[in-house]
């Protein structure tokens, strides 16, 4: 079993920069390929980035390239999704998913754990 919580979502301002955490507990997280998704209201929820299980491989989203950043740090059992130069329409949920694989995946239903959720709100 695994549990995941995520953290560092907020309230900023268009051009500014977020680093969202999602921590993971329970054994063998560096099996795991792990995800970023995001979902608004009334849609569904879409992929972002993901990264495989030893970190070497990283994959985004045609509208997540050149301002987002997944990176994984095994010591801390710790993905990190920095992103840059946010704008309103990245505001949404974000949610961290882990699949117990070690590949790349970007449909939720490839992936067995998630966490909660850290809301985004990028406004002026």
Request: some cysteine; hydrophobic content about 30%.
């Amino acid at each position: 079993q695994l549990q995941l919580v995520e953290s560092g979502g907020g309230s900023v301002q268009p051009g500014e920069s977020l680093r969202l955490s999602c921590t993971a507990s329970g054994s063998g997280f560096g099996l795991y390929a792990v995800g970023w998704f995001r979902q608004v209201p009334g849609k569904e929820r879409e992929v972002v980035s993901c990264i495989n299980n030893n970190g070497d491989q990283t994959d985004y989203a045609d509208s997540a390239k050149g301002r987002f950043t997944i990176s994984r740090d095994h010591a801390k059992v710790t993905v990190y999704l920095q992103i840059n130069n946010l704008q309103p329409e990245d505001t949404a949920v974000y949610y961290c998913t882990a699949a117990h694989s070690s590949g790349l995946y970007a449909v939720p239903r490839d992936y067995d754990y998630w966490g909660q959720g850290t809301q985004v709100t990028v406004s002026s």
